[in-house]
């Protein structure tokens, strides 16, 4: 029997939702992304149980793992949502060399399945919170397991989602370079706006990979001008010219809709946003409906371009680059 050294019986960890601001899909062939997190979370608490199981609970599934026997609680395609969190947690047990129970509860007030990171937040909340139960916690070895566990989902993942939600802030990420932090010289203002369509990132990125076969030429053009645009917008940023990073979103999307990602209630969204006088807005994330991204000049014209899209039925939400990423305790 495995004798345990938990430190604590309760542990709760809670982890940032991120937002693409350029160059997704691109990035899956080399090219560099900017990813932010931002101020919504997800809070996992893990408590320790005695009866050998592991029961997570969540506001969309939840369901209890006995060894490879699941038993539903609630939810549809249950097992699949908490799949990846269970193979996490007993990941994280089995490097601590702990075998034991555990109840996990994840709560959220993050939109799940519009390209939010909502599953990588909940990846690197539930790996720390069962982390933390037994002992100090190590940001880069959670965001390394997180990453391991994001596989089963997205096999193909380069890892950005939990990285950034780790870390928290602003990164630039290349698949041959890595990751670098970037500093905004001024706050962003920002509205996120949720069509409600759910996506499949895996199906996003096949229709992508189609496309590129069928003309590399014209493909090989896009890329060239996203990497220039993500260029661009880590220079504006670096210098803090929001009206020149606005524009850089617009152009953006004008790439992702020739890739065919966007979706009419994505571009009626935008619509609204840049009516409400947006500097520029875009799709964030895979697309194919999913969630859009609108920067806005101040406070007070993110309130009313968070409000007009409100008026047309969508859900919307004022953010802030977060800069804590994973909080413990
Ligand atoms: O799953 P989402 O919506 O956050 O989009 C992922 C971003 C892509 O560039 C489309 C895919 C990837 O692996 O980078």
């Known amino acids: 029997m495995t004798t345990t050294s938990l430190t604590t019986t309760k542990a ?11 160059g997704e899909h691109f990035v899956v062939y080399g090219n560099p992304a900017i990813l932010a997190s931002i101020n919504r979370r997800i809070t996992v608490t893990a408590k320790r149980s005695k009866d050998g199981k592991v029961t997570l609970r969540s506001d969309i599934a939840s369901g209890e793992f006995d060894g490879s026997t699941f038993r539903l609680i609630e939810g549809t395609n249950a097992r699949a ?14 490097e601590r060399k702990e075998k034991l129970g555990l109840e996990i509860e994840i709560k959220s007030d993050i939109p799940y399945g519009v390209g939010l990171g909502s599953s990588a937040a909940a990846l ?12 100090k916690v190590d940001r880069k070895k959670i965001c390394e397991s997180a990453v391991e566990a994001e596989k089963i989902i997205h096999k193909n993942s380069s890892g950005a989602d939990c990285f950034v939600s780790t870390f928290g802030g602003m990164i630039y990420y290349s698949k041959g370079d890595g990751f670098k932090k970037v500093e905004s010289k001024t706050k962003l203002f920002l509205v996120i706006g949720d069509t409600g369509i759910k996506h499949n990132t895996g199906d996003l990125v096949s229709s992508v990979r189609k496309l590129k076969e069928a003309n590399q030429m014209a493909f090989s053009g896009l890329m060239s001008q996203s990497r220039d645009i993500c260029n661009q917008a880590l220079a504006a940023l ?22 065919g990602v966007s979706h009419e209630k994505a571009d009626d969204l935008i619509d609204v946003a840049r009516r409400a006088g947006a500097l520029g807005a875009k799709i964030t994330g895979a697309g194919g409906g999913g ?7 101040s406070k007070e014209d993110s309130e009313i371009i968070a409000s007009a899209i409100k008026t047309i039925g969508q859900g919307a939400f004022e953010a802030e680059i977060d800069t804590k990423g994973l909080v413990v305790g």
Do not use: C, W
């Not at 709760?12 to 350029?22: G, Q, S």
């Open 238 to 259: 670096n210098s803090g010219n929001t009206d020149h990073l606005g524009m850089l979103m617009n152009e953006n999307q004008l790439l992702l809709e020739r890739l």
């Open 124 to 135: 690197v909340a539930t790996v720390a919170a069962v982390d933390s139960l037994i002992g």
């Open 12 to 22: 709760r960890a809670a982890a940032p939702a991120k937002i693409i601001l350029f």
């Open 81 to 94: 949502t908490l799949e990846p969190l269970y193979y996490a947690a007993r990941q994280t047990l089995s």
């Open 291 to 297: 969630a859009i991204i609108a920067l806005a000049a």
